[in-house]
């Protein structure tokens, strides 16, 4: 069983508290081992204008900043695997992620957005769902025109 680091859990410092442990307990039933990514918690508008120009996000009203109830309302993960952060593992391994982090979310009653699909994931129950909702959204996308923007370590709180 794995558990966040003091360094993941400071990262966490300032994010709603259902969503750490939401975190918290998809670590714990999950194959992979992860963490919270650098800069994976609560933003400051500043913090959000340098991920922007460096292309990492693509809007101001990211659910990282401060939201209405103060809290930041997202946190992204780093997956570890043999004890390496990996941040361009494979689909595979963020819908197992998917999977743990929707048990839970479940369980608490939290509906949450995943950001390789930005669709809730609540009724995931395996990696196959996982990868249905993930086309459905390129289909969705390319009906529309629109690029894809697939942001695999991210997960966000629904209102
Ligand atoms: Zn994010």
Redesign the pocket.
Known sequence: MFTLSKVSLDRLKGVHPKLIEIAQSALQISTYDFGI?WM?GLRTEEDQRKLMKTGA?RTMK???MKQSDGYGH???VLPYLNNTPTVNASSDIYSSIVVSVAKCAQALNVKIKW?GCWACINTCRNVQDVKTLMESYNTLCMKNGKKPFV?M????LMP
């Open positions: 990514a994976g996000s990211s659910k990282h997202a946190f992204d950001g942001d370590p991210h997960f966000e």
